[in-house]
């Protein structure tokens, strides 16, 4: 069996090769699927949003022994607000944080007093604060602005570091595709959108960006040597690029996942790392869709976008032509 230096080797020089651009027609298949899929998943699956998204009302008790029972927070929630939604997080090993509906001033008071019976610690012990749904739509749309001008500035500056445009689409389509696949898996598994959630939404974006550079940075290294002289066809030469930054693109995912599962584990079983365990979990989630997208989508996807190009399809016939003077196979 080859070790994976031995595979890296082989896949730099060719002489092993997986058909990337060759069967793109079934990786945009897979992947239309899986936007498809992820863009249908919130209408049967509503996407959870965070407090600070929705608005409402969050008390937090300390004091708390040990262990939490968190079904006493419900039940002193819901013996003054019946019909109340409620979240109930534990933090640390003395606390927890209540999360409900937006509820009136008198209501408040009387949750308070219920939960700080129900865990036997002086009202003192009860903090409470109202999240308004103004901060939250500003949330909103403070997000949706860093991912507006994000995505627009990543348009810009590949546009003119590549000099081509269609370089720029698939690396943004590419984008778009990890955000609506991650966004999907959000909502099929019921894991909460948090503003913590969302920057790791916004860092996913730039780690898949970063590899889509890498990649399409040995892209036209290679495209740069296309003709009689390479006897590689435009399409030969993206593949070729892909294959040997594939051993990079998984080691780089692997060497990103490996802490971030770390910490997403250690947040899940530290009870209360809330802000920990949503920004892990959108990063280690996306870090594997952006390395997924880069190979079976943006690549494939700027070979198919550039071979049409007339200079491009007399190059490849010339090397076709080429090949079957001397015999090879095309």
Known sequence: MRSMSQLGNDLYTGK?????????????LIAAILVIGSALVPLFRPIQFSIE???GSQFTVSGVASPVDQSLATDAVLSVVPEATTKVVTIGEDAVRVQTDQVTDAESREISTALAEAYDVPEAEVSYAFIG????ADVTRT???????????????LALYFRTWKMSVSAIIGLVDVLVITIGVYALFGFEISPAAVIGFLTILSYALYDTTVVFDKIRENTD????VSGR????SVNLAVNQTLVRSINTTIVAILPTGAILFIGLIWAGAQTLTDLSLS????????AYSTIFVAAPLYSLLRENEQPIRTRDTRVVAARELAGTPA
């Open 53 to 55: 998204f929705t608005g």
């Open 133 to 136: 749904p103004s901060w939250g």
């Open 16 to 28: 092993t090769s997986f058909p990337f651009v060759g069967r793109r027609r079934l990786w945009f």
């Open 233 to 236: 066809t435009f399409g030969e």
């Open 143 to 157: 997000s949706l602005w860093g991912l507006a001008i994000f995505l627009a500035l990543t348009f810009i500056i």
């Open 283 to 290: 990063i280690f989630v996306g870090t594997i869709v952006a």
């Open 225 to 228: 040597e296309d003709g009689e």
